[in-house]
């Protein structure tokens, strides 16, 4: 018996490193990395957002979120500024530029979507969907599924 089959884990783990190829071309065209796309979308969906909370939402380290910060500010797609309230905190905000990449971005991952779930009815797409909400919160134990579940809420 093929391991793929009969291994749910495994399967997930490989249908979940192909879509994940397929997203970063679709990324890649517009000259973004999954974790800027992801970053742009939070800030779309939360507007200004602290650049520490960012790192928090994120679960990444504040150096590596620098990494993801400078350079799509240096391409105009964010901008940084001193909180007025709290003059330690730096607020990030996504600019009119980076809204029409994200918008841009996000229309093309939408396409690669519908190819990765074609063989799929509309009832199976949304049962699969609520499936891996499920599983999602299952492990709300586990940091990361406590952020994907916040990034689901916040999609819905």
């Known amino acids: 018996m093929d391991e793929r089959c009969s291994s749910p884990g495994l399967l997930l783990a490989l249908l979940g490193h192909y879509a994940m190829r397929k997203l970063r071309e679709v990324h890649t065209r517009h000259e973004l990395t999954p974790r800027q796309f992801q970053l742009l979308a939070l800030l779309c969906r939360r507007g200004a957002t602290g650049q520490r909370e960012l790192g928090q939402l994120m679960e ?3 150096s590596i979120l620098v990494t993801l910060l400078n350079p799509l500010e240096a391409g105009g797609l ?3 500024r001193r909180d007025e309230l709290d003059r330690r905190r730096h607020l990030v905000r996504l600019t009119a530029r980076g809204e029409r990449r994200l918008a841009a971005a996000a229309r093309a991952q ?4 519908e190819e990765l779930f074609a063989g ?14 499920a599983l999602n919160e299952s492990l709300s134990g586990d940091p990361a599924a406590a952020a994907a579940n916040e990034a689901c809420e916040e999609a819905r």
């Open 60 to 62: 990444i380290d504040p």
């Open 78 to 80: 964010l901008s940084r």
């Open 110 to 113: 939408h396409e690669a979507e």
């Open 120 to 133: 799929l009815e509309a009832g199976q797409r949304e049962q699969l969907h609520d499936l891996l909400i």
